[in-house]
């Protein structure tokens, strides 16, 4: 992607907005971007816990958008992962404090005069205020959808108050997909959920339960030890955005002794 | 998969969502298409007879293009 503000959104709250804010910035720094992720939903803020960040929190972008503290002073450094930083939102401040203008200004200084290669931007969920001046800095954005009806419909809305926007780079994650689910014909595909919203494809990240533990220990699970399918991907949706031509994965359920053997005879 | 299969619900979500979307793009209010419905109907009723009950309208999703489908019966 040539956008470096990037807007993650999804239009419906609970599809993993914050989850793949987390798991791509932290793996695009491992890829060697400086990279700095905003959490926008003021008074919901939840990218300093699920990134485990939040015993650090001093200052926040409404301190910065108002001039309490210096924009350095409210960047958190992951000490984990380098040239990863958090500028967290406000728990507490009235959200109509932040303006689109001031906070277009904020991107632009941390890409600009910061050295920032790529800034993530968490939205709210909802098609309010808050999700317009999220997108207000942004370039381009990876929505977010569930292969499930109200996700779809939500984000085809979002998508169009993208473009309204003149945020034009956009790119599709399908999140929390059950192959097993997709084959017996109770989930929507990749393929339908692409087919209804038109956008291009950036990744597929399957349902994995090592996301709600990676959430509860505050640990992105791109930086965890163990290998899982989710982690896998979130680090190729990353390379995939500098550029780099990934494949997808293969998620065709049919695994084991019998299911290889299937798959050598053409079965299904 | 099977042609004798009932319709998957993945079938029936994805041709549900069309659909909603149909309307949701077209930002048209269900209500409003109730109000189409009446104008229609009153149009062609300075035509030929035809009645309220036997008319249906409704936006369907055909390959890229959303049509307006008007299903009238003409009275003999």
Same mark, same amino acid.
């Given at each position: ?96 404090? =932040? ?10 200084? =941390? ?100 996301? =709600? ?56 | ?76």
């Amino acid at each position: 992607m040539e956008a470096r503000a990037i807007v993650v959104t999804s239009g419906k709250g609970g599809v993993g907005k914050t989850t793949t804010t987390a798991n791509v910035g932290a793996a695009l720094a491992r890829e060697g971007e400086k990279v700095a992720v905003i959490d926008v939903d003021v008074g919901l803020r939840n990218l300093d816990v699920v990134m485990g960040l939040e015993g650090r929190v001093v200052f926040d972008l409404i301190d910065v958008l108002e001039g309490r503290c210096k924009m350095r002073q409210a960047l958190i450094r992951d000490k984990r992962v380098e040239n990863l930083y958090l500028l967290p939102a406000s728990q507490t401040k009235d959200k109509d404090a =932040l303006d689109p203008k001031i906070f277009r200004a904020v991107v632009k200084h =941390l890409l600009e005069d910061e050295g920032f290669d790529r800034v993530l931007i968490d939205s709210p969920a909802g098609i309010e205020r808050g999700f317009q001046t999220a997108a207000a800095p942004a370039e381009g954005a990876l929505v977010v959808v569930n292969p499930e009806v109200s996700s779809v419909r939500d984000a085809d809305r979002i998508i169009g108050m993208l473009e309204a926007q003149g945020v034009s780079e956009n790119r599709l994650i399908v999140n929390r997909l059950r192959p097993k689910m997709v084959k017996r014909g109770d989930m929507l595909g990749v393929d339908d959920v692409q087919e209804i919203l038109g956008l291009p494809l950036i990744g597929i990240v399957p349902e994995d339960e090592a996301i =709600l533990v990676s959430t509860n220990v505050g640990e992105p699970i791109v930086i965890r030890k163990e290998r899982t399918a989710a982690g896998k991907e979130f680090r190729n949706i990353a390379r995939r955005i500098r550029g780099e031509d990934v494949p997808f994965p293969d998620l065709d359920p049919a695994f084991g002794f019998w299911g290889t053997v299937r798959k050598i005879f053409g079965g299904r | 998969m099977f042609w004798w299969r009932r319709k998957s619900s993945k079938q029936k979500a994805k041709e549900r969502l069309q659909l909603v979307l149909a309307y949701d793009r077209a930002k048209l209010a269900p209500g409003q298409v109730e109000a189409l419905k009446a104008d229609l109907l009153e149009v062609l009723k300075r035509y030929f007879p035809t009645e309220d009950k036997e008319m249906e309208i409704a936006f369907e999703q055909r390959g890229e293009r959303v049509v307006l489908i008007a299903d009238i019966p003409v009275r003999s």
